[in-house]
């Protein structure tokens, strides 16, 4: 694999543990009330989308390899170019349903740790 290709999805890793990192112990209602977490776990989620955007552009078959590619680069435009149509239920939502799955697919694609 690609250089390039390993450190972006190495940025996606990255980004997804901070998320988890910033969530935990967190209630929806203590999410959406902190404005320190909920703006560092979007500001994460664009790092996802954007990392995933040029990793698909420098290696197009990856969008077949990670579940809902599409919506993750198109989450990522909505967070950045129409913050305010995003709800905190949406955000946390994704966290709860569709973030261990990206996890877990990226993680395939890197491999064993060394």
């Not at 990192?21 to 703006?39: A, E, P, W």
């Not at 390899?65 to 435009?77: C, L, M, P």
Request: charged share 20%; aromatic share 8%.
């Amino acid at each position: 694999m690609d250089a390039d290709i390993q450190t972006y999805l190495y940025d996606i890793q990255q980004a997804c543990q901070l998320i988890q990192d910033f969530v935990t112990d967190q209630t929806f209602d203590s999410y959406r009330t902190n404005m320190l977490i909920s703006s560092a776990v979007e500001r994460q989620f664009i790092t996802i989308g954007e990392a995933l955007n040029l990793a698909i552009k420098r290696s197009p078959e990856l969008e077949a390899q990670i579940s809902d590619a599409r919506k993750i680069v198109d989450f990522r435009n909505l967070l950045t170019h129409s913050y305010g149509a995003v709800s905190d239920a949406v955000v946390w939502d994704i966290i709860q349903t569709n973030l261990p799955k990206l996890i877990s697919d990226v993680n395939q694609l890197m491999g064993p740790a060394l």
